[in-house]
């Protein structure tokens, strides 16, 4: 008999997500760039990893001046990635290892190439105007923006446009004008996008910059912020409150319009995570209401980036969970996000140090919420710096005329990857020049990251202590374990000596226990349970369980198994 709703988590809440940068994937024609064929041979290879979902950074047809952040069609692939008939077989041979898939949806802009922006700038009374956000400049001549909104990555987000004499809005780089969702025509469009890939079989949309559809109507100056620099907690940056551009009440609204869209959709159940950047209240809201034990009638999950910069310490991230606990209890459901193709890896903030990447892992993959990986994160690649002049990431570009020492100032400070590319490089499949991300001949559109002649699927396979093979059996104890994918999670008593983080995850009659290590310095525990039994460890040590006596090895960490 069930006897609890938890027994009832949809199949998105307890599967694991790995994010593909299809650029930087696998080559199969040896032109130096990802392609989808070469993600369709490497499918074995992530069924094997233990991974439930694939998620693709957009393929679609685009001028590549954003490399698929800038649309140009949305229900074609861009050759140089493959054709439409190629998209159909990777979501068929996905289905056929029983994982699902999920596309990355821009909806918040098209490029300026796509042929309804073409039109929309081609005259004032063209019947594409009204599909993106036209206005005119301050009185008395226009030649000023029509306000001080900021866009996102810096400087005005309003661009001039002789041919018609007025300005467009767009929230991120100029080559990517925002649609206009207050046109409906515009709403129908889209929606019947995502139904075209729905029907495709697409199991859900990982929704970029989501919480920047809606701006305010009357055009409303955004307050001044004594603040420079973006954050994952608040709206404000470039010395501006982004009250009237970012996060604005109606995109909550649009969150559930989307829902329901995907609620058409059943067998498998269909979901949406929200690239937002914002505090875990804003977050929440727009995951919507509580509508049964399992279900909210908002975006089903978002990003939580506030684990992106978080200290590799015990404490920072027993307050995470706490707070995410708090806030995200279900039906709502956390993420855990370390790496993304935005962001420096996580590793090269924990110093490339593997102990630590492991210690990370396994929190990630232990705690209650939904995990992100980033392709290559299993093996440990690390970001690579590519000096700003020779970027290919337009927001690098943007930024190319700072000086070096600044961006060398900013890039320690750990938080702050100016270049995108860095985090872009190859995927490191072997040993070979090129990684075997293309072959030793050719050129791949990035540099392959220093470390690859070790640092790569083939050596790491053969190593059983490497942090691939840590992924893969962290990857199949969650799937094989009810408590770990689907159980409720309770925080341990801190200890006043040791910098570790306990938890328990709980389902029904199960109860498994996390020891984290966060220390370079051993801990002792002297009573954890009855009859504990050794479900995994970082380290393979046969004194670590005695009885029921915890002994934790610098930077070990260990999952028990308790009898109630
Ligand atoms: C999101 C994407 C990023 C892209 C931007 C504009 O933040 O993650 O890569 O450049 O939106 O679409």
Redesign the pocket.
């Known amino acids: 008999m069930v006897t609890s709703s938890i027994k009832f988590l949809p199949w998105w809440k307890t599967t694991t997500v790995y994010q593909i940068y299809p650029r930087s994937f696998k080559d199969s024609t040896n032109n130096g760039i990802g392609d989808i064929p070469g993600i369709i041979s490497k499918l074995d290879y992530l069924q094997d990893l233990g991974v439930g979902t694939i998620w693709f ?1 957009p393929f679609f047809s685009s001028p590549q001046a ?2 698929g ?2 649309v140009s069609d949305y229900r074609s692939i861009a050759s140089e990635y493959g054709t439409m008939s190629d998209c159909e077989r990777l979501i068929q041979e996905i289905h056929n290892r029983d994982m699902y898939v999920v596309f ?1 949806m ?1 909806l ?2 098209t490029s300026n190439q796509h042929p309804w922006f073409l039109q929309s700038r081609s005259s004032m009374d063209n019947p594409k105007r009204n599909w993106y956000i036209w206005r005119d400049g301050q009185k008395p001549r226009g030649k000023k923006p029509p306000n001080n909104w900021k866009s ?1 990555v810096g400087g005005s987000g309003w661009h001039y446009d002789e041919q018609t004499d007025q300005w467009y809005w767009a ?3 100029p080559f ?1 004008p925002d649609l206009n969702y207050r046109n409906t025509e515009v709403k129908q469009e889209m929606f019947d996008t995502l139904r075209f890939w729905l029907d495709k079989g697409v199991d859900g949309f990982r929704l ?2 989501i919480n920047t559809v809606f701006e305010d109507e009357s055009l409303q100056n955004n307050p001044f912020a004594l603040t420079f620099f973006p954050s994952e907690e608040h709206d404000k940056s470039f010395f501006q409150n982004k009250l009237y551009t970012v996060n604005h009440p109606d995109n909550f609204a649009f969150a559930k319009e989307l829902r329901s869209v995907m609620d058409e959709y059943s067998d498998p159940e269909r979901f949406l995570v929200g ?1 937002i950047a914002a505090s875990l209240e804003t977050l929440k809201r727009y995951c919507g209401e509580k509508i049964d034990d399992i279900k909210t009638n908002g975006l089903h999950l978002t990003f939580l980036f506030q684990s992106l910069n978080a200290r590799f310490d015990a404490n920072t991230f027993r307050n995470l969970i706490s707070r995410y606990e708090q806030y995200f209890i279900e039906p709502y459901s956390p993420t855990w996000v370390f790496s ?3 962001q420096m890896r996580r590793i090269s903030k924990l110093g490339n140090d593997v102990n630590k990447a492991k210690i990370n892992v396994m929190l990630q993959l232990t705690a209650r919420g939904v995990p992100f990986i980033y392709y290559g994160e299993e093996v440990g690649m690390s970001n690579h710096r590519i000096p700003l002049r020779n970027a290919q ?3 690098a570009l943007k930024y190319s005329w700072l000086p070096q020492f600044i961006v060398n100032l900013l890039t320690r400070s750990g938080s702050i990857s100016l270049n ?1 590319d860095d985090c872009r490089t190859p995927m490191q499949w072997t040993s070979s020049p090129n990684a075997g991300f293309c072959s030793d001949k050719s050129i791949s559109w990035l540099p392959v990251s220093l470390g690859y002649e070790t640092i790569n699927v083939d050596s790491e396979e053969s190593n059983p202590d490497s942090l691939l093979n840590c992924y893969k059996a962290l990857l199949k104890l969650r799937k094989e374990t009810p408590a770990l994918h689907s159980g409720s999670l309770n925080l341990l008593p801190p200890s006043l000596f040791g910098n570790f983080l306990s938890y328990q995850r709980i389902y029904d009659e199960q109860v498994v226990q996390i020891w984290l290590n966060f220390s370079k310095k051993p801990s002792y525990v002297s009573e954890i349970g009855k009859n504990p039994k050794l479900l995994f460890s970082t380290i393979s040590d046969t004194d670590t369980l005695n009885e029921s006596k915890l002994h934790l090895a610098p930077y070990q960490g260990v999952i028990i198994g308790i009898c109630p």
Do not use: A, C, K, M
Request: aromatic residues 8%; negative net charge; hydrophobic residues 25%.
């Open positions: 950074s954003d490399h952040y800038d990355d821009v918040n802009h996102i929230q991120f780089l990517q970029d910059i690239e993304n193709h935005d990431d337009p927001v995108r």
